[in-house]
């Protein structure tokens, strides 16, 4: 249950979300109806048998958002609608009409719909109470953006916004990777993105290379700024962190997991309690990190 | 089979054509005229903002009579570029430029060499330093530039935004800093808020009043009296931002333009 890809919201600290539990529950997952293209709401994040919806340890509060999406394709409707407006062309002589041919593909969705698969998913998020921050394990925007209005749904309301940096994160960035100190703990990591100042200029992205060389030197001479950058926090997490502010490839290293490997593995539960504490501190621990960094936005006035 | 009587009758998209053409004023002067043909134009326009003059011409019309247009009103379009033309617009050259425009005053600039392109305030001394390596381009310093703008930019709407979210029904989707040629701010339907990146250059009042608008725009999505009496709770004197931005959001926004372009 290790998150991959952190986008980040905050929110105010003073948020009462005493009543989380109970407003989840009204919005619970739905299975999706025979007529319905998808469904969505709030999961146990401890998957099927889980019987709470969200889970708390310290200020930190797990939730999972799930989704259920039939499978249509496109070309399986316009394939048998093809075969039926053949059909009535041989039958009547004449081609539907534009408005017949629209009906037609309603009535064929509609039939559909019910023998559709449907494609289960879920998306787990982090509410951090302490920094005011929500955590989506996405790198899609779009994603997490509807993780937040489901959770603002639920709450009624939730001013969460999208992390906001007060200096230029690329900026930032170039200067880490051209010798300029790295916030405490950080440690650059062999992956990086450059890109040319001017519109659609040159991009170059590089892996496993020394990003401190002459190499990446002369591109940064040339204008080129650093649009993506692989960090490693004290040994415990590494992570790649882009100008959208969006942390990708976060995994937990050897230094954290190895406090993990002495719990006891039997219990499912007592397991992903373990994972999620850990997770929960190492992901703090980077966002207080990164916070004075990027000189991020609070929420509270 | 394709009916091309259907191809026939089935309506054209509108293609917008762009193309520059020249006059002589009656000073000798030769001004370079955006000619632009849209199909959406019903007669001959001529118009002069800030970024020149423009002429536009609808579908049918022919480019000669566009000509006798321009030739008919060239004593006006003389006096209307006289009008809008804007001196003394600062501009952004290397080791010439000594200061640069921010939130309504001008701050002054030094330059250093770097071993990247970076543009940052300098809290102590209240300066800005623009680093450049030797090999660096208009380019990469005008992208420096814009950077930090839009920092700045997001520095005071992260300062601001708090105070007023309370109030709102739901904050916006996400804030996203454009140039944007006419408007200073929209909201989009899906809850986006863009905000013209000149903004940064006017004066802090006039800019956080425009947030403080297309925040309104959450609860009333129009230019209602209700939206007006929202703006005017959150935002008292919003009347004389208003007027400032008549006053002084042309040049404010050719400023932008000038530093920004190549």
Known sequence: MFFRNLTLFRFPTSLDLSELESRLAECALKPVGALEISSRGFVSPFGRDGETLSHGISDAIWLSVGTEEKILPGAVVNDLLARKLEEIEKKEGRKPGGRARKRLKEDLVHELLPRAFVRPGRTDALLDLGHGLCIVDSSSRKAAENVVSEIRHALGSFPALPVNAEVAPRSVLTGWIAGEPLPEGLSLGDECELKDAADKGAVVKCQRQELQGDEIGKHLEAGKQVTRLALTLDDHVSFVLGEDLVVRKFKLLDGAVDALESTDRDDMRAELDARFALMAAEAKRLFSVLEPALKLSRADD | ?262
């Open chain 2, 1 to 262: 089979m394709p009916n091309p009587l259907r191809r026939l009758l089935a309506p054209h998209s509108p293609v917008i054509e762009r193309d520059v053409t020249s006059v002589v004023l009656d000073d000798g002067r030769q001004v370079e005229i955006q000619r632009v043909r849209n199909p959406r134009a019903r007669r001959l326009r001529l118009s002069v903002d800030e970024r020149g003059a423009r002429l536009t011409l609808p579908t049918r019309a022919s480019l000669k009579s566009g000509e006798r247009f321009l030739e008919d009103h060239r004593t006006w379009l003389a006096d209307q570029l006289a009008r809008y033309t804007l001196t003394g617009l600062p501009t952004l050259q290397r080791e010439v430029t000594t200061s640069l425009p921010l939130r309504g005053t001008m701050v002054p600039l030094r330059w250093s060499a770097g071993r990247f392109t970076s543009l940052e305030f300098d809290a102590a001394t209240g300066e800005l330093d623009f680093r450049l390596p030797a090999r660096a381009g208009e380019a990469a310093m005008r992208r420096a530039l814009r950077d930090f703008y839009e920092g700045q930019a997001r520095a005071d709407v992260g300062r601001w935004m708090p105070r007023y979210l309370p109030t709102l029904p739901r904050p916006p989707r996400r804030v996203v800093f454009k140039v944007m040629s006419s408007q200073w701010g929209s909201l989009a339907p899906n809850g986006v808020v863009a905000l013209d990146l000149a903004l940064v250059l006017a004066r802090p009042a006039a800019f956080e009043y425009v947030l403080v608008h297309e925040l309104c725009h959450l609860l009333r999505a129009d230019h209602s009296r209700a939206f007006w009496r929202e703006v005017e709770l959150r935002c008292a004197n919003w009347r004389e931002e208003r007027d400032y931005f008549h006053a002084e959001g042309r040049r404010i926004k050719a400023t932008l333009r000038t530093l920004l372009s190549c």
